[in-house]
């Protein structure tokens, strides 16, 4: 195990809902990256936190929002539910300098 | 968008032989990293390679890289039940963040 844990393990909400959803990152570190991982594709970029500041976004809109804090564990937010952003949702923690990337378990989201 | 394309989508072996599994990507990058994913869970770090690095090797682990084809591989030698899983190359182009760009993975099954 890496280290990284993510709450919850899986979740169920209704369209046009919001989320919310929790990373702590392994020790040390002080990058986290989320990415949103759809049924039999690769993990996609959703962004990317460094010392509480975004550094980097993928191809996601507005309504995919994040937070880092001081202990550098990280939220990230989705508003206004759709039934495409039906996913596993992964953090990642890292070091700045580093270049391997640490996954934690996921949540399993599923919007009906 | 998906960086890296994996072939092939799927591969059945029996437990001993060796699989191989291969990666084309389409920019160029600071390192390719492959990671491996049981059953929808989190990510685990396999191995990773520079671009001025050919060839690495870790355990039953050998991985390729050449630059000039844009194109690695991953062998797995001896293989094993338990390295039933799907097997994501990701590129990190290192620009301005270390975002990771996979591909949509390669379903492994080695049966005992």
């Known amino acids: 195990e890496t280290g990284v844990t993510q709450s919850p393990t899986h979740l169920i909400k209704t369209r046009g809902q919001q989320v919310t959803l929790r990373c702590s990152s392994q020790s040390g570190h002080n990058t986290v990256s989320w990415y949103q991982q759809a049924l039999g594709q690769g993990p996609q970029f959703i962004f990317q936190y460094y010392r509480e500041e975004e550094n980097g976004r993928g191809n996601f809109p507005p309504r995919f929002s994040g937070l880092q804090f001081p202990n550098y564990s990280s939220e990230l937010n989705v508003n206004a539910l759709e039934l495409d952003d039906s996913a596993l949702y992964l953090c990642?923690?890292?070091?700045?300098?580093?270049?391997?990337?640490?996954f934690g378990p996921g949540t399993r989201l599923t919007v009906l | 968008s998906q960086q890296g394309e994996e072939d092939p989508q799927a591969l059945s072996i029996q437990e001993g032989e060796n699989a191989t599994m291969n990666c084309s990507y389409k920019t160029s990058i600071n390192n390719l990293q492959w990671y491996r994913q049981n059953s929808g869970r989190g990510l685990v770090h396999l191995i990773l390679?520079?671009?001025?690095?050919r060839e690495k090797h870790s355990g039953r682990l050998r991985v390729t890289l050449d630059t000039s084809k844009k194109s690695s591989s991953l062998l797995i030698t001896a293989s094993r039940a338990a390295d039933t899983a799907s097997y994501f190359c990701a590129t990190d182009a290192r620009k301005a963040n270390s975002k990771l760009t996979f591909g949509k993975g390669i379903t492994l099954s080695v049966r005992p």
């Open positions: 990642a923690s890292s070091l700045p300098s580093g270049d391997e990337q640490f």
């Open positions: 390679i520079r671009s001025n690095e």
